[in-house]
């Protein structure tokens, strides 16, 4: 492979990595990186419906991207293809998928399915996958009360495999932080020995394409970005105090709610 390959993981469900993938992918055009997306298994959606892969276009593209496999119950996928009575997902077509994209894109980004032990297959994670594809971890962490012993917990999950947690982005920052909010921005890396590397505004994936791509770079450490791309950092880069990114009242203002044109969500490249 000649390009980096970052997994996006969560603490759990619903934690945002689908606009934390789509930020990255901003970051990544401002940084001159070419960009592409995996998702090994979509669920909770028809197919010819509107996933995960399609909200991620609308907000950051146009970019190649690869869907697996589609499951229409909101399940696990393992759960979901036993219940449809369909084929598991296949981790080896994944990892076939994602190295053919790292080939000729700069970073490839692989958005898994809830948190980090979610089974994609049977005993398959997201972990799996990332070991097979010499992946580095990213973890979307929930701002308040909750989120430290999650986090702690997936970060131990990922160097129990032997991989490396690349970095924390808080998945929806909002307009107004309580106590615990607060004091998780700086006991997060405290207790995970993990740089906060981003924070996403509350309301983010309401923007339109212009408008989030302009604004995206600047809730993502492109510099940390950069660097991912060029080489592994060592564990003393990955353990240090991370530089913060607090969204502006001005952002998060201008994250007010507006439609995105449905659209499906396809393999191959969107336009």
Not at 5 to 17: N, P
Not at 179 to 186: E, G, I, P, S, V
Not at 216 to 222: E, G, K, L, M, V
């Amino acid at each position: 492979m000649t390009g980096h390959v970052l997994a996006v993981t969560g603490t759990s469900t619903d934690v945002g990595k689908t606009i934390v993938t789509a930020a990255l992918v901003a970051a990544a055009a401002e940084a001159e990186l070419t960009a592409a997306v995996c998702k090994p298994a979509q669920t909770g959606v028809m197919p010819g419906e509107r996933g995960d892969l399609a909200v991620i276009d609308e907000l950051a593209g146009p970019l190649r991207t690869v869907e697996c496999a589609r499951f229409p119950d909101p399940l696990a996928p393992d759960t979901a293809a036993r219940r449809a009575g369909m084929a598991q997902l296949d981790p080896d077509a994944v990892s076939a998928a994602i190295i053919a994209m790292s080939a000729d894109h700069d970073v490839t980004f692989v958005e898994g399915a809830g948190g980090v032990l979610v089974r994609l297959a049977d005993g398959v994670t997201l972990l799996d996958v990332a070991s097979a594809t010499d992946a580095d971890v990213l973890v979307v962490v929930p701002p308040g009360l909750g989120a430290l012993n999650h986090a702690e917990l997936t970060v131990g999950a990922i160097v129990a495999r032997g991989l490396r947690p690349a970095g924390l982005v808080v998945g929806s920052w909002p307009a107004d932080p309580d106590l615990a909010m607060t004091c998780n921005r700086t006991d997060l890396p405290r207790v995970t020995g993990v740089p906060i590397v981003g924070v996403i505004p509350a309301g983010a994936g309401a923007l339109d394409r212009t408008e989030f791509r302009r604004r995206a770079p600047s809730w993502i450490d492109t510099d940390w970005l950069r660097r991912e791309t060029a080489r592994p950092p060592t564990a003393t880069e990955f353990a240090s105090t991370a530089t913060e990114f607090a969204p502006t009242a001005t952002e998060i203002s201008a994250a007010a709610p507006s439609a995105h044109p449905e659209s499906q969500s396809t393999e191959g490249v969107h336009s």
